[in-house]
């Protein structure tokens, strides 16, 4: 009688790729230039002329393309840094650091939603002048959703991961105070302004850049060893 043979576990393990450790910084390059291109196209005084709704619908619409491959890229920078935690993780922390980064994510992606709303409200019926209440209420929402309710869960998301990360040692002291410091920032902010999003996407870069220098470091001794 044959006996069934089991599954090699060390051989059917997958494997983080080392490659992944780009996604932070890819999401960090796509969302700033997103929000770049949006910010430089709509106005601070909505009071005005809408003019910015047609000269600036190129720009949005390339906005609208680089979120989703930003958020593609957001989600695989959770799954590295879940990967780095390994073994060490914690339950409740990584609860919150897990369900605050996804609400973000869903966030922003609602807020470009509005944004591409307005887009394809103007390119509907360019002849059509529709009521300048209809703009600034989308932008309203749009601003509410991403600079006060996204950037919270930003807020949550680096505060619980820099918990994580004091606990475990998995990453140096100073950038525990850093990400405390601009957690903090977020969670307290009263400003409107889409800058101020920037600062998310900045932190995961530092985060990724040292995650691919220790990932290239421990790949340069595994082929020395070897």
């Known amino acids: ?30 969302f700033t230039a997103s929000v770049t291109l949006i910010r430089t196209t709509i106005p601070d005084d909505l009071s005005g002329s809408l003019d910015w709704v047609t ?8 906005a609208l393309f680089l979120m989703p491959l930003a958020g593609i890229a957001f989600l695989w920078f959770i ?5 780095q935690m390994g073994e060490l993780e914690d339950r409740f922390f990584s609860t919150i650091f897990l369900g605050s980064g996804l609400l973000f994510l869903a966030m922003v992606f609602v807020a470009m939603a509005i944004a591409g709303g307005i887009v394809a409200t103007a390119e509907l019926e360019p002849e ?4 300048q209440d209809v703009y600034l209420f989308g932008r309203a929402i749009m601003l509410q959703v991403s600079n006060v309710y996204a950037l ?53 870069f530092l985060i990724s850049a040292i995650i691919l220098v220790r990932n290239m470091r421990r790949a340069g001794k595994e082929a020395a060893a070897a």
């Open 55 to 62: 000269s600036g619908n190129t720009r949005l619409s390339i």
């Open 152 to 204: 919270r869960m930003a807020g949550v998301f680096m505060s619980s991961l820099g918990t994580v990360w004091m606990r475990t040692g998995l990453m140096p002291r100073w950038l525990v105070v850093v990400t405390y410091f601009l957690s903090a920032a977020l969670l307290l902010v009263i400003d409107l302004s889409l800058w101020v999003t920037l600062v998310f996407p900045a932190w995961v």
């Open 128 to 131: 059509r002048v529709v009521e």
């Open 1 to 30: 009688m044959a006996t069934e043979q089991k599954p090699n576990e060390k051989s059917n393990r997958l494997v983080t790729p080392r490659a992944a450790a780009f996604a932070g910084i890819l999401f960090a390059l796509l």
């Open 79 to 83: 799954g590295v840094i879940r990967d």
